[in-house]
């Protein structure tokens, strides 16, 4: 009879090990999977803070583009506008590689959501409503417009 009653409370016992096991293996899943969330929210938002230095950094250039674009239209000498035009072109690609783009506009209809108008322009060829001179360039880092292209819009 003391052999009855000890089988009972064995089987019991198994069933609390495995009970209480596979509470723990339950428990330590759901702590691989909050890590692994955790790991996923931290790269995140470390791209995050690259991306925005990246565009805080590449939004400080662009005055820096623009006078070399004003320098390179008002250089008499041949070879130092081919020099410098290769530096202008060398640090555009380089801001390209890191997110810039920079907007095509002349020729284009005119876009309120990338162009800043600031007045019309009449015989110049193009479409009414169309960009027929670009003031300055308009830059767009991934998919945000870090500055719209200032323009003149075709007239009649």
Same mark, same amino acid.
């Given at each position: 009879?003391?052999?009855?009653?000890?089988?009972? #409370?064995?089987? #019991?016992?198994?069933?609390? $090990?495995?009970?209480?096991?596979?509470?723990?293996?339950?428990?330590? /899943?759901?702590?691989?999977?909050?890590?692994?969330? &955790?790991?996923?929210?931290?790269?995140?938002?470390?791209?995050?803070?690259?991306?925005?230095?990246?565009?805080? $950094?590449?939004?400080?250039?662009?005055?820096?583009?623009?006078?070399?674009?004003?320098? /390179?239209?008002?250089?008499?000498?041949?070879?130092?506008?081919?020099?410098?035009?290769?530096?202008?072109?060398?640090?555009?690609?380089? $801001?390209?590689?890191?997110?810039?783009?920079?907007?095509?506009?002349?020729? $284009?209809?005119?876009?309120?959501?990338?162009?800043?108008?600031?007045? &019309?322009?009449?015989?110049?060829? &193009?479409?009414?409503?169309?960009?027929?001179?670009?003031?300055?360039?308009? &830059?767009?880092?991934?998919?945000?417009?870090?500055?719209?292209?200032?323009?003149?819009?075709?007239?009649?």
């Amino acid at each position: 009879m003391s052999q009855d009653k000890q089988k009972p #409370s064995v089987q #019991s016992d198994t069933n609390t $090990l495995h009970q209480a096991l596979e509470e723990e293996k339950n428990r330590h /899943l759901r702590t691989l999977a909050d890590f692994d969330n &955790y790991r996923k929210r931290v790269e995140r938002e470390a791209r995050g803070y690259a991306d925005r230095g990246k565009k805080e $950094l590449t939004a400080g250039m662009l005055p820096v583009l623009d006078n070399l674009e004003r320098a /390179l239209a008002q250089l008499p000498d041949e070879r130092t506008r081919q020099g410098l035009a290769m530096v202008y072109r060398q640090l555009v690609d380089a $801001l390209e590689k890191h997110g810039l783009e920079q907007l095509e506009s002349l020729g $284009l209809p005119f876009n309120p959501e990338e162009h800043e108008g600031i007045g &019309y322009v009449s015989g110049t060829g &193009y479409p009414l409503g169309h960009v027929a001179e670009e003031m300055r360039r308009g &830059y767009r880092f991934g998919k945000e417009l870090l500055r719209p292209a200032t323009v003149r819009v075709a007239a009649r």
